[in-house]
Every structure is written in structure tokens, then in C-alpha cells.
């Protein structure tokens, strides 16, 4: 079953108030951030392109519904061609939108936030042979979850693709190329497998 039809059932059975399992409350709390790890990269790719010392500008953007994502960190000074990026991501108030296949009434809302007085997710990429070469690294961290699906849900991932230019200069990744594999723990304890290219 895809994540697309999954999820339109796991919306039916919500919205009806019955229970859903703890692996498929895992996998609903987990499709909300499915954009957030590409965003968060872009991000990051963003503030390491602009960067002229060790510590990026930091870099938000809003989620497609509501909220915020800001990177901040530090990446590697130097002329070297490889680079490594250790960055930080806040959420606050964030929501995006999931894609549907099919016309459904009900609706799960879940916004996601990051403990502003807590330890925030890291996103940690070590980048090789700039700016056409490859990048691997890690995504983990707690996310708060309001709305519909309420607690934390931790992602920790493993991240690999290639880059390429970015057109002024820069460095990006490469669409299609990224995959990223790992985990996702929902509040109830339930864990849902990752595994998407980017």
C-alpha cells in the first residue's frame, strides 16, 4: 500500500475516533515531516552557499501551510573540496501539506514544534569533491506534535546522494539522487520504516 492511500485510510479511521495501531500512528506522525527533511536540506545548502565564515546566516522558510523551519550551524572554512555542514533545525508552529491521491472530506491536523529550551534535531552532511561530487550525513531529533496526533515523534535517518551545481556558483544536491533511510518513533512506540528518495 502506498503512503498516499495509507494515510487517506488512517484519516478515515481517525476521523472516526477508532485506534490505529502504534506502527501507523508512527507512519501518520512521520508523513507530516516527509517535505521538512528536502526543506531543511535546501536550507542548509542555502546558508552554506552564502556562508563567509564558519557560522551560516540563518535560513527560514515557511511550511505550506503554516509555520516556520530555521537552520542555523556551522560548516567548514578552507579550500578544501570536502566540507562538512552540522546544523540545527527549529520547527515552530510548522505544518505542510500531504498529497492525496483520492477526494477525501476528513481531514488529520498536526503541527509540529521543536523545544526552543531543549536540544534541537540535527542535521549533520558531510559534503565531498564540491561542487559536483557526493554528500552523506544524518537527520535526527524530536519533534513535538499538536492537533490531531498529540506527543513526539523521533526521526533519525541516514542520508546519501550526489551533488551538482547550482547555477551562481554553488553547490546544491542532486534531484533524485538522495536517499534517505531510518526511522520514525510515534508517540505511542510504534516505529515506521523510512525509505525515500529525494
Request: glycine share 14%; proline share 3%; hydrophobic share 35%.
Amino acid at each position: 500500500m502506498t503512503h498516499r492511500l495509507l494515510l487517506a485510510s488512517l484519516l478515515i479511521t481517525t476521523a472516526c475516533g477508532s485506534s490505529v495501531s502504534s506502527e501507523e500512528e508512527a507512519e501518520l506522525a512521520y508523513l507530516g515531516l516527509d517535505g521538512a527533511i528536502s526543506r531543511a536540506m535546501d536550507l542548509g545548502f542555502q546558508g552554506f552557499n552564502a556562508a563567509d565564515s564558519a557560522n551560516i546566516d540563518a535560513q527560514t522558510g515557511n511550511g505550506d501551510e503554516s509555520g516556520t523551519m530555521t537552520i542555523t550551524g556551522q560548516i567548514d572554512q578552507g579550500n578544501s573540496d570536502n566540507k562538512g555542514m552540522r546544523l540545527f533545525v527549529a520547527l515552530e508552529e510548522y505544518q505542510d501539506l500531504v498529497d492525496l491521491d483520492e477526494d477525501d472530506s476528513s481531514e488529520v491536523s498536526v503541527t509540529y514544534w521543536t523545544d526552543p529550551e531543549g536540544e534541537l534535531p540535527t542535521f549533520d552532511l558531510q559534503l565531498r569533491n564540491i561542487p559536483t561530487g557526493t554528500l552523506e550525513g544524518t537527520f535526527a531529533g524530536t519533534f513535538q506534535m499538536e492537533g490531531d496526533l498529540e506527543g513526539d515523534v523521533v526521526l533519525d535517518v541516514d542520508i546519501a546522494g550526489s551533488l551538482q551545481e547550482d547555477g551562481s556558483g554553488g553547490t546544491e544536491r542532486e534531484p533524485g539522487t538522495v536517499t534517505v533511510v531510518g526511522t520514525a518513533v510515534g508517540p505511542g512506540g510504534g516505529e515506521f520504516a523510512i525509505d525515500i528518495t529525494l
